[in-house]
């Protein structure tokens, strides 16, 4: 094999290494609860096939009001829990729907449809 070949075969393992990790590998969006006028700290997330974002990042010792807006029909996602802080809520197809937390500790604090498919986090700093 020539330095040429050698070069070449590398590149293309690379490359469908990269789109095989595109594809196959989850993902996750994360975002930062913003303080609001409220006093809460406040995050918008939408349901359609998951949570998006689906890592909500909030301070510790702060209140937070996190609002579900579900955009899919799906029986799945037809409610969030909120196991830790004992909480969980409806979300009715195409209607923001907003859940209060109580400040937290830091830690993270998982929460997942009614059928436990759909997950995300809270990550309290």
């Not at 990790?21 to 998951?50: D, H, N, W, Y």
């Not at 209607?95 to 436990?116: H, I």
């Amino acid at each position: 094999m020539t330095l040429d070949q050698i070069l070449v075969t590398a590149v293309g393992v690379l490359a469908i290494g990269g789109i095989g990790a595109f594809f196959l590998l989850p993902k996750s969006s994360e975002t930062r609860a913003v303080l609001g006028s409220s006093g809460f700290q406040e995050a918008m997330i939408l349901v359609k096939g998951g949570y998006t974002p689906d890592v909500i990042v909030a301070d510790a010792d702060r209140p937070i009001r996190l609002t579900f807006l579900r955009t899919e029909s799906g029986a799945c996602s037809e409610r969030v829990i909120f196991a830790d802080f004992h909480k969980s809520i409806e979300l009715p197809e195409n209607t923001s729907v907003s859940l209060d937390l109580p400040a937290a500790k830091a830690g993270e604090y998982g929460f997942q449809c009614g059928m436990g498919m759909l997950r995300g986090k809270l990550v309290v700093r």
